[in-house]
């Protein structure tokens, strides 16, 4: 694709997403614009750390939460009511990243499966302390300040709220990819000792990204909850949600930029219309869907859809023409060499 | 209050037996496949599921239903592995598996609601309302049969991998899966048994949880969450690790219940971040060779 090319499609893509409130009208239908784009952020946060280095969190609605509750508790207690509200959000960041430190400090000490298992004990600790302290509500929750915004336009300034975050977010995680730091972290990912040996300060490096990334999850989960006006711990802590990001950075593209983006767009969307027709009510339907998409991504789409797909169009485009990647790489000649008939072995006989 | 906190210790121990036989399946899955099943707990809810059907539709005894429902889990198991845990290949494979498992569980949490509802069930029989009196107090008889159940199939997979053929080529598998190839091992074979065997035990472990406990669909998060705690704190594939730990770990949350009942289960994750601090292995683990 050409420079041009990309250029016009990304600002094409900008003015449809911009435009998006303005066109569509229709409460339910931007409800499903504004949960969709609280999902990018958040698949994109939690690619910005588990992406990058290869730790797959499962924890990452320890950050939500505590986004969540952070903007709840302020607000009672301080009796902020009104838009002004919404100057907490920066706490809410600085929650999510000093809650990432010491969780990082512990959960980072550990790889592979002990890491993902630690993701989830935590994450279980801050859903029973939740339920069980008295400042955060208990198991009823917390209800949102109230928002003195017409009824008929209401999801339309949450739409600019999430997609700003969303697009933060983004610029974050590019900004990361095209740096030394993401250099550093994508070194982890592919072999940590080594890294550590060549002189990255592992766990420095890790913790950064697990604080940014927490600190983005943070301030999308404050929006998420004035959105649907309440958090209760099942919410607010839901393992559901954790297992859903995955998903959507495995089903668009583990570790790209563009993948998150596309797998919440797809995923999210989707849930939200099986869990509004009847004929699927009561969840457990959407359950199994949701297990299914899973399984079905992780056995025949294991690298997700952008690398597979632009794989693919690499193979339309290079159809018929003879393969040159085997003459630059080392390994056995022989290999990918199949439809150029070789002169040298034939000369050797 | 010494016998309040006499009874949590007996408590804690009979039902630690139990989450015992529940954790050695799940750490010989791990120790011979590198993977953690987490739809175990979901798992353990469908074998106590299949018994309650089996004591309410056909009226057959809970522990003599068992001679059904252990082949049906077992069968269930290799199906598991045979269809995703097998097809995973590759650098990613570690979580990969992780979130097969977590796939499967929610379908199989999903199905459960649809058949089942969301209502708790219990398991009943005789033995689950009357009690027999220890130490002062009154104790039902479904801990003591569970425990000695529990210990009868621990005992059991001890002799399995101890005293058999095929426990020696488990063990070889666990030390070294290219070693063991390299002797003639089918290591393929070894791991769907072992996925079979580790969730068979959820049939036996069910059925002593469902009746000790009410439960819905949802129950399987919350075992779950402790098994993995016991196998990670027990030591990763460490089949002694996980049977200290369960009793140890049991204990002392039924006797922290005694004082704080809402705080209790946080035992277990606060150990295990406290104990993994200090030690990243777990109690019994070895120390973990560099992974590639």
């Known amino acids: ?349 | 209050m010494t016998r309040e906190v006499l009874e949590a210790i007996v408590d804690g121990i009979l039902v630690g037996g139990v989450y015992a036989l529940m954790a050695v399946g799940l750490t010989l899955i791990f120790g011979v496949l590198d993977i953690i099943n987490i739809a175990q707990g979901v798992l353990v809810i469908l074998g106590a599921y299949l018994s309650y059907s089996l004591s309410t539709k056909a009226h057959i005894d809970l522990f003599v239903g068992l001679l059904i429902t252990i082949p049906a889990m077992f069968a269930i198991g290799v199906v598991i592995h045979w269809a995703f845990i097998r097809r995973l290949r590759g650098t990613e494979r570690t979580s990969m598996t992780l979130l097969v498992t977590y796939a499967v569980a929610l379908i199989i949490e999903g199905i459960l609601y649809k058949i089942y509802g969301a209502n708790n069930v219990t398991l009943s029989a005789s033995y689950t309302t009357t009690s027999i009196r220890v130490f002062g107090f009154y104790l039902p008889w479904i801990y003591i049969y569970g425990f000695i159940l529990a210990l009868v199939l621990v005992a059991l997979i001890y002799a399995l991998l101890y005293r058999t053929k095929f426990g020696r080529s488990v063990r070889a598998t666990m030390q070294d899966e290219t070693a063991a190839r390299l002797v003639g091992i089918d290591v393929n074979r070894v791991a769907a048994l072992t996925f079979g065997i580790g969730v068979a035990v959820t049939a036996a472990g069910g059925m002593v949880y469902g009746a000790t406990n009410a439960f819905n669909a949802n129950s399987g998060y919350d075992l779950i969450s402790r098994l993995l705690a016991i196998i990670i704190l027990g030591g990763l594939g460490s089949v002694g690790g996980a049977l200290v730990t369960s009793v140890f770990m049991l204990t002392v949350e039924s006797v922290v219940t005694v004082w704080y009942p809402t705080w209790a289960i946080v035992v277990f994750y606060a150990a295990l971040v406290i104990v993994l601090l200090v030690r990243p292995t777990g109690f019994f683990g070895r120390k973990e060779v560099r992974a590639q």
């Open chain 1, 1 to 349: 694709m050409t420079p041009l090319l990309k250029g016009t499609a990304l600002i094409a893509l900008i003015a449809i997403v911009v435009a998006f409130p303005q066109v569509v009208t229709n409460p339910s239908v931007t409800n499903y614009g504004v949960l969709a784009m609280i999902f990018v952020t958040a698949a994109s946060a939690w690619n910005i750390f588990s992406g990058n280095t290869g730790y797959i969190s499962l924890g990452q609605a320890v950050f939500y939460g505590s986004g969540a509750y952070t903007m709840g508790i302020a607000a009672r207690d301080w009796n902020i009511t009104g838009d002004t509200v919404f100057a907490l959000l920066p706490l809410c960041a600085a929650v999510g990243a000093l809650v990432a430190v010491p969780f990082g400090l512990i959960a980072l000490r550990v790889r592979r499966h002990t890491f993902i298992v630690i993701t989830i004990a935590v994450f279980f600790i801050f859903q029973l302390m939740a339920t069980n302290f008295s400042f955060t509500g208990g198991s009823s929750g917390l209800d949102s300040p109230f928002l003195n915004w017409p009824a008929a336009s209401y999801n339309t300034p949450f739409y600019y709220i999430a997609l700003a975050c969303a697009a933060g977010t983004i610029a974050i995680a590019w900004l990361i990819r095209r740096s030394r730091f993401g250099l550093q972290l994508r070194a982890i990912r592919d072999d940590e000792d080594r890294a550590r040996g060549l002189g990255v300060k592992a766990m420095r490096v890790k913790l950064s990204a697990f604080a940014i990334s927490g600190a983005a999850t943070a301030v999308i989960g404050a929006v998420w909850f004035f959105y649907i006006n309440q958090v209760e711990p099942q919410t607010g802590f839901d393992p559901l949600f954790d297992l859903t990001l995955v998903l959507m950075a495995f089903l668009g593209g583990y570790g790209s930029i563009t993948g998150p983006v596309l797998g919440a767009l797809i995923i999210e969307p989707l849930t939200l219309w099986l869990n509004s027709q009847p004929q699927f009510s009561g969840g457990s339907l959407s359950e199994i869907l949701l297990g299914a998409v899973f399984l079905v991504t992780v056995l025949f789409l294991p690298r997700g859809i952008i690398p597979t797909g632009g794989e693919l169009i690499t193979k339309l485009r290079t159809r018929g023409r003879p393969a040159v990647i085997p003459a630059t790489t080392f390994g056995p000649p022989a290999a990918g060499t199949a439809s150029t008939p070789s002169v040298s072995s034939g000369g050797a006989r």
